[in-house]
């Protein structure tokens, strides 16, 4: 792990360290950096292609928290999103579930960076997010092939796309098990692609989708036809541990620069960091990236021994993460003052963009409310109903 970590800090050192910003502002989709990570081997690495593997999602948890702390931690955020979907999100979909012509043509290629994937399922024109049931698109499906109809938007990489991963009901009315997983290749006739202009992420080539009566090989189908909206939420709990990666990487680089600068900064015979309240205020920003990254770990420690990811506690990293990530950088900036605005310090840009975890992937509220659902039952198994009356409702 270390090794992959060291070549990992190599590449970025060489390729992105001080143009982050300048690829940012491009707002180009940074596909020279995708195809080089790729074809260096950071994505293969990370995934578990082994048959007889106990990992349910095939993704190495561990190596993976690597590649996208050190991305995160570039600030190239543009380029950091865009890797997190495809390796975290679009690879293990492919890897478990996608049909032998899928995994002989398409993966190999996918796990060396020489396609571009991306998911599809918010349909913002029809619905809020993505409420499976109440999507208008769908997927007809006969012996002979899949017809698709519809649309999809705020498509993370959708201009640089080479393929989608779209979750669609194939059946009206819809029902939670009429959902389909589906394969679809952007050039393929009917599928048309808009760009979506950004204040946030302006180079992860964010796309609406329409499609109009686009045919599809049945090979194209991922998995059992029922279980879409079932491989969905499975594999969406990486992307809720996502978050808290994230943040955690970049909070830990925002609180030694608070700290390298309040100790040089001189305050009549002392410095700034001497001051109490600033050592308060460090302290409380970092009681809560700590409390975060302890959740994170041991989240992954217990997905590496289970082979899943417990969906409470990625539930609850992604729920915490756009708070506590706001927090830290805030502090971070408030002590800096006029020194975090300079264009050498991408603070703001990372303020906002951490801060859009809030809405993007379920918004914290639904995280909120879904944590609510699933919380009664994580319940020790010491804590029985009714033996104590003082807890008694």
């Not at 996208?68 to 931690?73: F, G, K, N, Q, S």
């Not at 002979?144 to 109809?149: A, C, H, P």
């Not at 939420?233 to 925002?254: K, N, S, Y």
């Given at each position: 792990?270390?090794?992959?970590?060291q070549?990992?800090?190599?590449?970025?050192?060489?390729?992105?360290?001080?143009?982050a910003d300048?690829?940012?502002?491009r707002?180009?989709?940074p596909?020279?950096l995708?195809?080089?990570?790729?074809?260096?081997?950071?994505?293969e690495?990370?995934?578990?292609?082994?048959?007889?593997?106990?990992?349910?999602?095939?993704?190495?948890?561990?190596r993976?928290?690597v590649?996208?702390?050190e991305?995160?931690r570039s600030?190239?955020?543009?380029l950091?999103l865009?890797?997190?979907v495809?390796v975290?999100?679009?690879l293990p979909?492919?890897?478990?579930?996608?049909?032998?012509t899928?995994?002989?043509?398409?993966?190999?290629r996918a796990?060396?960076?020489e396609?571009?994937?991306?998911?599809a399922?918010?349909?913002?024109r029809?619905?809020?997010?993505?409420?499976?049931?109440?999507?208008?698109?769908?997927?007809?499906?006969?012996?002979?092939?899949?017809?698709l109809?519809g649309?999809?938007d705020?498509?993370?990489?959708?201009?640089a796309a080479?393929?989608?991963?779209?979750?669609?009901?194939?059946?009206?009315?819809?029902?939670?098990?009429d959902?389909?997983?589906?394969?679809?290749?952007?050039a393929?006739?009917?599928?048309r692609?808009t760009?979506v202009?950004?204040?946030?992420?302006r180079?992860?080539?964010i796309a609406?989708?329409?499609?109009?009566?686009?045919?599809l090989?049945?090979?194209?189908l991922?998995?059992?036809q029922?279980f879409?909206?079932?491989?969905?939420?499975?594999h969406m709990?990486?992307?809720?541990?996502?978050?808290g990666?994230?943040?955690?990487?970049v909070?830990?680089?925002?609180?030694?620069?608070?700290?390298?600068?309040a100790?040089?900064?001189?305050?009549?015979?002392?410095?700034?960091w001497?001051?109490?309240?600033?050592?308060?205020?460090f302290?409380?920003?970092?009681?809560?990236?700590?409390?975060?990254?302890?959740?994170?770990?041991?989240?992954?420690?217990?997905?590496?021994?289970?082979?899943?990811?417990?969906?409470?506690?990625?539930?609850?990293?992604?729920?915490?993460t756009?708070?506590?990530?706001?927090a830290?950088?805030?502090?971070?900036l408030?002590l800096?003052g006029?020194?975090?605005?300079?264009?050498?310090?991408p603070?703001?840009?990372?303020?906002?963009e951490?801060?859009?975890?809030?809405?993007?992937?379920?918004?914290?509220?639904?995280?909120?409310?879904?944590?609510?659902?699933?919380?009664?039952?994580?319940?020790?198994?010491?804590?029985?109903?009714?033996?104590?009356?003082?807890?008694?409702?």
């Amino acid at each position: 792990m270390d090794e992959y970590r060291q070549e990992l800090q190599s590449f970025v050192r060489e390729r992105i360290a001080g143009r982050a910003d300048e690829i940012e502002q491009r707002a180009d989709f940074p596909r020279a950096l995708f195809a080089a990570l790729g074809a260096r081997g950071f994505y293969e690495r990370c995934i578990d292609l082994r048959k007889d593997g106990h990992r349910f999602i095939p993704l190495d948890l561990a190596r993976y928290r690597v590649l996208i702390e050190e991305l995160a931690r570039s600030t190239c955020f543009s380029l950091a999103l865009p890797v997190s979907v495809h390796v975290g999100l679009c690879l293990p979909l492919l890897a478990r579930l996608g049909t032998a012509t899928l995994r002989e043509d398409m993966l190999p290629r996918a796990l060396r960076g020489e396609l571009v994937g991306a998911i599809a399922a918010t349909e913002s024109r029809a619905v809020s997010g993505a409420d499976f049931v109440a999507m208008a698109s769908r997927a007809t499906i006969t012996d002979r092939g899949i017809r698709l109809q519809g649309f999809k938007d705020y498509i993370t990489s959708g201009m640089a796309a080479d393929f989608l991963v779209t979750f669609v009901p194939w059946r009206d009315p819809a029902h939670f098990t009429d959902i389909c997983a589906l394969v679809v290749p952007t050039a393929q006739p009917g599928v048309r692609r808009t760009p979506v202009p950004m204040s946030v992420f302006r180079s992860a080539g964010i796309a609406h989708f329409d499609f109009d009566g686009v045919e599809l090989d049945r090979t194209a189908l991922l998995g059992r036809q029922h279980f879409g909206m079932s491989y969905f939420l499975e594999h969406m709990l990486v992307a809720r541990l996502d978050a808290g990666i994230w943040a955690v990487a970049v909070g830990q680089e925002a609180l030694l620069l608070m700290q390298r600068y309040a100790q040089s900064r001189q305050v009549g015979d002392g410095t700034l960091w001497g001051e109490s309240a600033v050592q308060l205020r460090f302290a409380e920003a970092a009681t809560r990236l700590e409390l975060l990254r302890g959740l994170v770990d041991s989240t992954i420690r217990a997905a590496e021994e289970t082979g899943r990811i417990d969906p409470v506690a990625a539930t609850a990293i992604k729920a915490a993460t756009p708070g506590c990530a706001g927090a830290v950088l805030e502090e971070t900036l408030h002590l800096l003052g006029a020194r975090g605005l300079e264009t050498r310090r991408p603070l703001l840009r990372m303020l906002a963009e951490l801060r859009s975890f809030g809405l993007a992937g379920g918004s914290t509220e639904v995280m909120l409310r879904v944590l609510a659902e699933l919380w009664p039952a994580r319940r020790s198994g010491d804590a029985q109903e009714g033996i104590y009356p003082e807890w008694r409702a």
